[in-house]
């Protein structure tokens, strides 16, 4: 298959383009498209053969649930058995944005979407070329990370081309997605509802609207997993990477044993280049930092390093979901 990639404006998509990616995903087909997080790649989520052709592009196990894509709330409620009071008021607060609410599905969603399971995951993504195409299909997207399964998610076009190139049909390129890092997933079929990913909407933030939230590992670790991406290997580059407190002292000895190494830094720290080392340098901020960190890993596959060193980014509840990416990373 031939990909065909499409140049469209970020901000005011050209909706003849639209109408184009609309039309491939009516028939079946599958489209990459920007949101705010990352970019995903879409099928029409209730058409069953469709969802299956996302699992054959990206090599992901069937065991893995994807999120459903909905313009607004009221597109919402027609996949879910019952839309609680507390999702009704994150919806209200965070979408369109960076936050995929797992509810009780209805009918509507093939058991594929869900991996069989009685929930899905449901968000309105914030870009306007992800809002012009829901709106232009008038049905859902169901939308993974658009990425082989298990590597890193792409925030660019060339990404998305670099892992699924043949492989997909189109991909609609509005240049660098914002945010850098997918969505919260937040599990509302539990008491009291529990983080299965820290992302972009922040624990604090959805704490404010709903009150008290469950997070960190499962009390039960027989029980079924509650958000099968979560337990693997995932969002990792090619290296091997590590996270160090005082990370030129490593990177030295990777050095000094002949390793090619990558060195992921953020600005207080602003080491001098060491030379040799390839080094990559982030901001101060969480937001400049999530948004800029994928980009980053990317580059130093590209360079072909075979190490990854990372400078230990700050503490703190706006930089739980960098810290958790990292965490992922690192475990091989
Ligand atoms: O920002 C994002 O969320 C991006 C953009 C494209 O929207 N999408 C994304 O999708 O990151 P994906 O498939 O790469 O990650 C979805 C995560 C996985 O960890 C999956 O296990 C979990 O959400 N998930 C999906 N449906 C679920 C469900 N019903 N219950 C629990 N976890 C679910
Ligand atoms: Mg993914």
Not at 44 to 54: C, G, K, T, W, Y
Not at 60 to 81: E, G
Not at 196 to 217: D, F, K, N
Request: net charge neutral; proline share 11%.
């Amino acid at each position: 298959m031939q990909t065909e990639r499409v140049a469209i404006d970020p901000l005011h998509p050209a909706p003849e383009i639209i109408a184009r990616a609309a039309a491939v995903l009516r028939g079946g087909g599958l489209v990459a498209f920007p949101t705010e997080t990352v970019y995903g790649l879409g099928a029409n989520a209730l058409d069953e053969r469709a969802v299956q052709s996302i699992f054959a592009a990206k090599g992901r196990p069937p065991t893995n649930p994807l999120i459903v894509h909905v313009p607004d709330l009221a597109a919402a409620v027609t996949l879910v058995s019952d839309m609680p009071a507390p999702a009704r008021a994150l919806a209200d607060r965070f979408w369109p944005g960076p936050l995929s609410l797992v509810l009780l599905k209805s009918a509507r969603v093939p058991d594929v979407v869900t991996a069989g399971g009685p929930t899905v995951a449901l968000r309105a993504p914030a870009h306007p070329v992800a809002l012009a195409l829901l709106q232009a299909c008038g049905f859902p997207l169901a939308a993974p990370s658009a990425n082989p399964s298990t590597h890193l998610s792409p925030t660019t076009a060339d990404h998305v081309l670099s892992g699924l190139d043949g492989k997909i049909d189109m991909v609609l390129d509005a240049g660098p997605a914002a945010g850098g890092l997918e969505s919260t997933v937040l599990d509302l079929t539990v008491s009291p509802p529990r983080l299965l990913r820290p992302g972009l909407a922040t624990r604090a933030q959805i704490e404010a609207v709903i009150g008290p939230i469950g997070h960190g590992p499962d009390q039960n670790p027989s029980a079924p997993l509650r958000s099968p991406g979560m337990h693997e290997r995932h969002y990792a580059p090619r290296a091997a990477l590590d996270c160090q407190a005082d990370s030129r002292p490593r990177v030295e000895q990777l050095m000094r044993q002949g390793v090619r190494v990558g060195w992921i830094v953020w600005s207080p720290t602003a080491p001098e280049a060491l030379a040799g080392a390839i080094i990559e340098r982030l901001p101060a901020d969480a937001a400049g930092y999530a948004a800029g960190l994928y980009a980053a890993l990317h580059r130093l596959d590209q360079a072909n390093v075979s190490h990854i060193v990372v400078d230990l980014p700050p503490a703190g509840d706006a930089w739980l979901a960098v810290h958790d990416r990292l965490r992922r990373a690192a475990h091989s």
